[in-house]
């Protein structure tokens, strides 16, 4: 059975006007950081972020070769256990402080052909080694004072990569721009979405963030409101590695404006930000996000 399938199966033991409340509720929430307090809500992320948490997941990892032990760090209902079915690890660590919403992902998680374990705790206290850890939206959620700290620990802690997932919002991206000169510092190679070690040339009010297609069920559309097949979620993102790297290349920024006989993109490169027109053949291929060598 499908991610999808399996929460529409959970939806359906609930009237639909509850689930549509629950939506409400949660994006009213969101600004405050508030906790999904009941199972309605957790089923209501469940079927409105859970497939677009899954869709960032399997690009941001198409970047490297995910390694064997895997850590993530505020998991919630386990998505990332989707995101890897496709990669060769051994093993995946989730840690969940929400025990109810550990259940449920425990309740809907698929058989994985690798090894994966729960732990209900917080990871403001992280002690667990893997050779890459995760945070995937989660770092939003702890205070600010904390999340040197956290990263300090998760860069003691990994034996090689740190990878961080965050909303595609100006906040989200300027999150993702402190940990980068954090974890520079402390020496480790960028591996994406950045083509150098350099300053970062993104200046307000522009932002660096990308995009992931999600396949809307009936269900996620009736939640959201949404009248087409798809929806477009928005996400910025880092991944480090403690093993030598140097980036190279040019990072398209934006989706590709495509016009007649020509394509206009605008890069992040070595040099700063660049845009350029393209008039070959490549120019039908060039997508936001890719990385150009």
């Known amino acids: 059975m499908s991610l999808e399938e399996k929460i529409e199966e ?3 033991s609930y009237p639909q006007n509850a ?4 939506v409400l509720d949660l994006t009213r929430r969101y600004g405050s950081k508030g906790s ?7 089923i209501a992320y469940l079927a409105t972020r859970m497939p677009a948490t899954l869709s960032v997941l399997e690009k941001v990892f198409s970047e490297i070769d995910v390694p064997p032990n ?3 760090c505020g998991s ?7 995101a890897f079915l496709d990669h060769k690890i051994s093993s995946l660590t989730l840690i969940e402080k929400d025990e109810k919403f550990a259940a449920l992902g425990k309740k809907i998680a698929p058989k994985a052909p690798f090894t994966v374990e729960w732990k209900t705790e917080s990871f403001l206290n992280l002690k667990r080694e893997a050779d890459l850890i995760l945070f995937s939206y989660s770092l939003n959620e702890i205070p600010e004072e904390y999340l040197m700290s956290v990263i300090e620990k998760a860069h003691a802690l990994t034996s090689n990569y740190l990878v961080i997932v965050e909303p595609g919002t100006v906040e989200g991206f300027e999150r993702i721009r402190a940990i980068r000169e954090k974890l520079l510092k402390l020496g ?7 083509p150098h070690h350099g300053k970062c040339p993104i200046k307000s009010p522009d932002w660096c963030h990308f995009s992931a297609r999600v396949s809307r069920t009936s269900i996620h559309r009736v939640l959201k409101k949404g009248t087409l097949g798809h929806e477009d979620e928005k996400f910025s993102y880092l991944v480090a590695s403690k093993e030598p790297f140097s980036p190279s ?4 920024l934006r989706a590709p404006l495509k016009r007649k006989g020509h394509t206009v993109t605008k890069l992040c490169t070595e040099n700063g930000i660049e845009e350029k ?4 053949k490549e120019r039908k291929n060039l997508s936001w996000g890719d990385l150009l060598i």
């Open 36 to 42: 999904h307090s009941t199972n309605v809500h957790r």
């Open 10 to 12: 959970l939806c359906a």
């Open 76 to 82: 919630g209902p386990g998505t990332s256990i989707w």
């Open 70 to 72: 895997v850590l993530d």
């Open 277 to 280: 027109v393209f008039t070959g």
């Open 249 to 252: 290349g040019k990072r398209v």
């Open 188 to 194: 480790m190679s960028l591996r994406a979405p950045c």
């Open 19 to 22: 689930l549509k409340e629950a």
